[in-house]
């Protein structure tokens, strides 16, 4: 009776303990180990938080130092997991015991426990220390000793640290060690996964090969240790190079995407052979590239990712690479590419002025049961709306309602299960002649509705710059009206209006905007 007592204080201790700490906000696991594998099959949607935590202050380099909101955003958009590059080499000492300056430690921890309060997979790694790969690089086996030491220090501090965290954290050893040699990647690996093994023996480890880490350094990367369960290879990948890093020529020739293809073929047979998931974390093409060659190979890559099962993280600096914009909090549209292109989209988009009145886009029709594929339309920017339906099995679509602007289209279908996949965009600049449809897309500040998905209703919201006669419409996936929401004349400012989808069966409906010369359209979700 008395140990019986015992154990029942113990276990009232136990679960008081896991009370207080969900009431401070930390995170508690309370799922079954994760595993290498579970954790890639959730890493299908990545980004990088990158030129953010690694130069000397965080935030130094154009992007704003993360805040938390941030965190919300990446998991709305629909990304999974969140990869933090981090430099610890001006944040710690540079004598025995080598300390990390307890201020940066906890700024990391907050950043990381903001991602792991949303349930989102987090990342850390060593990224920038120069210091140490040249030391690698260099003859002089004292200043080897002494930086290995360092190196050391700070990976026991940081698996410390971080030792009772949730297993979606996950620790990568050092990013791109150029211009270490291949043997001292190898053996610094080795060092470092036991360093971190003492603290933490099933936190899941990411390791690389050397040099900047390519898929063919990975594939001849020793293992740190073969019978550890709980290791995950990663690779990057920029390439073509000269396209990826440099914006020269062009992406998405036959040989583009067979280049692409073979790389993954690379590391999934690797991956096979020594049961090691793989992840790409880090991939992108600069800003400066052909537009319609850069949606191609974003699209290419998070395509072949899926298809393979490797784990995609983008790499987004707020610089060259630039997807999220951490000061107004705001996507461009490879989001969209990152989120939405699967191996079921339409793929092989190519859009040519046809005559000087019409646009043929076409593309490979790659749907398997959606009942219709939505055509989307920018004019003048990727701001894209509903602009036409056709069937599922269609393949070309031509466009007569033109103008003197840059057009930029995609494809959406709707699966059974209401999943949206979508094309890369495509788009076509300088046609001569026609007719505008609508004035610049700046002419409203605000169109859109919340929440999406809905069930019953969303509340639609629009922003007039001028009073004018306002119609708001509702169309089923046909091009059916199927119901009005408004339609008169509306003074400048903010507006709203429900709409309530109670008698309507499920299935995507669209809002059509009309104001003077000014259209708009916005997709709706219904699911009962």
Same mark, same amino acid.
């Given at each position: 009776?008395?140990?019986?007592?015992?154990?029942?204080?113990?276990?009232?201790?136990?679960?008081?303990?896991?009370?207080?700490?969900?009431?401070?906000?930390?995170?508690?696991?309370?799922?079954?180990?994760?595993?290498?594998?579970?954790?890639?099959?959730?890493?299908?949607?990545?980004?990088?938080?990158?030129?953010?935590?690694?130069?000397?202050?965080?935030?130094?380099?154009?992007?704003?130092?993360?805040?938390?909101?941030?965190?919300?955003?990446?998991?709305?958009?629909?990304?999974?997991?969140?990869?933090?590059?981090?430099?610890?080499?001006?944040?710690?000492?540079?004598?025995?015991?080598?300390?990390?300056?307890?201020?940066?430690?906890?700024?990391?921890?907050?950043?990381? @426990?903001?991602?792991? %309060?949303?349930?989102? +997979?987090?990342?850390?790694? *060593?990224? $920038?220390?120069?210091?140490?790969? !040249?030391? /690698?690089?260099?003859?002089?086996?004292?200043?080897?000793? @002494?930086?290995?030491? %360092?190196?050391?220090? +700070?990976?026991?501090?940081? *698996?410390? $640290?971080?030792?009772?965290?949730? !297993?979606? /954290?996950?620790?990568?050893?050092?990013?791109?060690?150029?211009?270490?040699?291949?043997?001292?990647?190898?053996?610094?690996?080795?060092?470092?996964?036991?360093?971190?093994?003492?603290?933490?023996?099933?936190?899941?480890?990411?390791?690389?090969?050397?040099?900047?880490?390519?898929?063919?350094?990975?594939?001849?990367?020793?293992?740190?240790?073969?019978?550890?369960?709980?290791?995950?290879?990663?690779?990057?990948?920029?390439?073509?190079?000269?396209?990826?890093?440099?914006?020269?020529?062009?992406?998405?020739?036959?040989?583009?995407?067979?280049?692409?293809?073979?790389?993954?073929?690379?590391?999934?047979?690797?991956?096979?052979?020594?049961?090691?998931?793989?992840?790409?974390?880090?991939?992108?093409?600069?800003?400066?590239?052909?537009?319609?060659?850069?949606?191609?190979?974003?699209?290419?890559?998070?395509?072949?990712?899926?298809?393979?099962?490797?784990?995609?993280?983008?790499?987004?600096?707020?610089?060259?690479?630039?997807?999220?914009?951490?000061?107004?909090?705001?996507?461009?549209?490879?989001?969209?590419?990152?989120?939405?292109?699967?191996?079921?989209?339409?793929?092989?988009?190519?859009?040519?002025?046809?005559?000087?009145?019409?646009?043929?886009?076409?593309?490979?029709?790659?749907?398997?049961?959606?009942?219709?594929?939505?055509?989307?339309?920018?004019?003048?920017?990727?701001?894209?709306?509903?602009?036409?339906?056709?069937?599922?099995?269609?393949?070309?679509?031509?466009?007569?309602?033109?103008?003197?602007?840059?057009?930029?289209?995609?494809?959406?279908?709707?699966?059974?299960?209401?999943?949206?996949?979508?094309?890369?965009?495509?788009?076509?600049?300088?046609?001569?002649?026609?007719?505008?449809?609508?004035?610049?897309?700046?002419?409203?500040?605000?169109?859109?509705?919340y929440p999406n998905p809905f069930n019953p209703s969303t509340e639609i919201s629009y922003q007039l710059p001028v009073k004018s006669i306002v119609s708001l419409k509702i169309y089923d996936?046909?091009?059916?009206?199927?119901?009005?929401?408004?339609?008169?004349?509306?003074?400048?400012?903010?507006?709203?209006?429900?709409?309530?989808?109670?008698?309507?069966?499920?299935?995507?409906?669209?809002?059509?905007?009309?104001?003077?010369?000014?259209?708009?359209?916005?997709?709706?979700?219904?699911?009962?």
């Open positions: 009776m008395i140990r019986e007592n015992k154990l029942w204080r113990l276990a009232m201790k136990i679960h008081l303990q896991i009370t207080m700490l969900l009431l401070l906000g930390l995170e508690v696991s309370t799922k079954a180990q994760f595993t290498p594998q579970e954790a890639v099959k959730e890493m299908e949607r990545g980004i990088n938080i990158g030129n953010t935590m690694e130069p000397p202050t965080e935030g130094a380099w154009t992007n704003p130092p993360v805040k938390e909101r941030a965190f919300d955003d990446y998991r709305n958009a629909g990304f999974t997991a969140i990869r933090i590059p981090i430099t610890w080499d001006g944040h710690t000492a540079e004598t025995s015991p080598y300390k990390i300056d307890s201020t940066w430690l906890a700024r990391v921890d907050t950043v990381v @426990s903001w991602g792991l %309060r949303r349930g989102l +997979i987090i990342m850390i790694n *060593a990224h $920038h220390e120069t210091w140490l790969k !040249d030391a /690698l690089a260099d003859s002089g086996v004292a200043r080897q000793d @002494s930086d290995l030491a %360092r190196f050391d220090s +700070i990976w026991s501090q940081i *698996a410390t $640290h971080f030792q009772n965290k949730s !297993d979606s /954290l996950i620790f990568e050893i050092i990013n791109e060690p150029y211009p270490a040699p291949e043997a001292a990647v190898n053996a610094l690996n080795v060092q470092i996964l036991k360093i971190i093994r003492r603290t933490n023996p099933t936190r899941i480890v990411s390791f690389s090969g050397y040099m900047w880490s390519n898929s063919d350094q990975l594939v001849t990367a020793q293992i740190p240790d073969s019978s550890d369960k709980y290791l995950i290879g990663y690779y990057h990948s920029y390439d073509p190079a000269s396209f990826g890093l440099d914006g020269i020529g062009t992406y998405g020739s036959p040989s583009d995407l067979a280049a692409t293809k073979a790389k993954f073929d690379e590391v999934t047979t690797w991956s096979k052979k020594n049961n090691i998931p793989v992840i790409l974390d880090e991939f992108g093409y600069m800003d400066t590239c052909v537009y319609n060659s850069r949606m191609c190979a974003y699209g290419t890559v998070v395509d072949q990712a899926l298809e393979h099962g490797v784990g995609a993280y983008a790499w987004d600096d707020g610089g060259d690479f630039p997807i999220y914009n951490r000061t107004n909090y705001s996507f461009n549209e490879i989001k969209d590419i990152l989120i939405y292109v699967s191996p079921e989209s339409p793929n092989g988009m190519k859009v040519i002025q046809n005559t000087s009145t019409t646009i043929t886009l076409s593309w490979h029709n790659r749907n398997l049961e959606a009942d219709s594929i939505i055509i989307e339309r920018g004019v003048w920017k990727p701001d894209y709306e509903y602009y036409a339906t056709v069937g599922p099995a269609d393949s070309v679509f031509v466009d007569s309602a033109i103008g003197a602007a840059s057009f930029y289209y995609r494809l959406s279908i709707i699966k059974k299960d209401f999943t949206e996949l979508q094309s890369y965009p495509i788009m076509i600049t300088g046609v001569p002649t026609g007719v505008v449809e609508r004035d610049a897309p700046s002419a409203f500040e605000l169109f859109n509705n996936a046909l091009g059916r009206e199927v119901q009005t929401l408004t339609n008169r004349a509306e003074t400048a400012g903010l507006h709203s209006v429900v709409f309530n989808g109670q008698n309507l069966p499920s299935g995507v409906y669209f809002c059509r905007l009309v104001s003077g010369k000014f259209t708009a359209s916005k997709k709706l979700i219904l699911i009962k």
